[in-house]
């Protein structure tokens, strides 16, 4: 669960990052109020919201089971082998 998490936070901050990453290379100062005008982080945002939208989109239609398949939960076996949960 913790994998989805992070993937969509790195998304996230990754236009941020990048705009930082801009900053230091032109030589700007990176943490100067200046540097991030109120227009520029609303474009930020919603550049990341954007690749967060599609990458949820993208992880709904891409992951998964297959439609109709049936899941069989985790169980023993007659013989006591534990048997993990799988889809069919």
């Known amino acids: 669960m913790i994998r989805p ?3 969509e936070l790195a998304l996230f ?3 941020f990052a990048v705009f930082a990453l801009f900053l230091w290379i032109t030589k700007s100062a990176v943490l100067a109020r200046a540097s991030w ?3 520029t982080l609303v474009t ?3 550049i990341a919201l954007v690749l967060m939208l ?3 989109i993208l992880l ?3 992951s998964g089971a297959p439609p109709g398949s049936t899941y ?3 169980h023993y076996d007659e013989h006591g082998v534990f048997v ?3 889809t069919r």
Do not use: V
Request: no cysteine; glycine share 8%; charged share 10%.
């Open 5 to 7: 998490i992070l993937t």
């Open 13 to 15: 901050l990754a236009p």
């Open 37 to 39: 005008p109120p227009k």
């Open 44 to 46: 930020l945002t919603l």
């Open 54 to 56: 599609g990458s949820f």
């Open 60 to 62: 709904a239609h891409f």
């Open 72 to 74: 069989i939960p985790a």
């Open 84 to 86: 993990p949960g799988e």
